[in-house]
């Protein structure tokens, strides 16, 4: 069974910083691309950043120059750190894999378990 773990998130002002983590175990035989997505109340699942097998990165438009996303390929880690924060980037944080569990077999996506992130006033 693949698993996505994540750390971090919590409480913080506004304009503050705060970082999270997420690491895939199980039985992997490759991760393809890694990302986070946020989902506020009443509103979609949005992409918020991603990174490539090769380290290519995107964000959303919302987040660039504030939110920084990075991998640890031998931990099988990625990470986001999120600088200058915004009441509007309050949400719940999912990490999200594709994952290939054979050499045969398809990458599929996998899901943490999210972890919440609140930004006050």
């Known amino acids: 069974q693949v698993q996505l773990v994540e750390s971090g998130g919590g409480l913080v002002q506004a304009g503050g910083s705060l970082s999270l983590s997420c690491t895939a175990s199980g039985i992997i035989f490759r991760i393809n691309n890694m990302g986070w997505y946020r989902q506020a109340p009443g509103k979609e699942r949005e992409l918020v950043a991603g990174?490539?097998?090769?380290?290519?990165?995107n964000y959303a438009d919302s987040v660039k120059g504030r939110f920084t996303i990075s991998r640890d390929y031998a931990k099988k880690t990625v990470h986001l750190e999120m600088n200058n924060l915004k009441p509007e980037d309050t949400a719940a944080y999912y990490c999200?894999?594709?994952?290939?569990?054979?050499?045969?077999?398809?990458?599929?996506?996998?899901w943490g378990q999210g972890t919440q992130v609140t930004v006050s006033e």
């Open positions: 999200n894999a594709l994952i290939g569990t054979t050499p045969l077999n398809p990458v599929q996506p996998y």
């Open positions: 990174i490539s097998s090769s380290g290519s990165t």
